[in-house]
């Protein structure tokens, strides 16, 4: 037991390709939660996010990925996500519909725009008939939903266990 020595904060496991993953919020009430994404989106590799509003990232909860991500800053959502389709990505929503397929069985595409909703309002209506798909974390207890952060960085996991190198 005295070999074994564990080493605490390694670097960033190489990509083999960049990912392929666009992370997109619609004006969010917190930019506390902007930058909760962000930096969840930046341990995934993830180079791009997409906001509208006054999306700014804090330094404190960021962190590096203010250095790592490409964030745009948009007024309205709609307009980009017919530039993302056209790209050739897919939208997929982060949102709880009677459409939504659960997240356990999802199979993303690599080119996959995420769309997450805001904190109170969720995805708006016009932006889920956009889509072409919704997906979903089950939930087995109460609240009846995670924060936008957390469930972002759940759905950035499953993107990544199904691309592990990219």
Not at 68 to 83: D, K, N
Not at 142 to 157: E, F, K, Q
């Amino acid at each position: 037991m005295d070999d074994f020595i564990q080493q605490r904060h390694q670097p960033p496991t190489k990509l083999a390709v960049p990912r392929e993953l666009v992370v997109v919020c619609p004006p969010m009430r917190s930019n506390i939660n902007v930058s909760r994404i962000a930096r969840a989106a930046g341990c995934c590799g993830v180079r791009r996010m997409i906001c509208c509003g006054t999306a700014r990232l804090l330094a404190k909860i960021a962190r590096d990925s203010r250095e790592a991500i490409e964030l745009e800053v948009h007024r309205t959502l709609l307009p980009v996500l017919a530039r993302l389709r056209a790209e050739g990505y897919q939208l997929v929503g982060l949102e709880q519909t009677s459409l939504s397929e659960s997240l356990f069985t999802f199979p993303f595409r690599r080119r996959t725009a995420l769309v997450v909703g805001n904190e109170r309002t969720g995805i708006e209506p016009e932006v889920l008939k956009a889509l072409d798909r919704a997906v979903e974390i089950p939930i087995y207890g109460r609240p009846d939903s995670h924060n936008v952060a957390t469930a972002t960085a759940i759905a950035l996991y499953e993107y990544c266990r199904q691309y592990p190198s990219g």
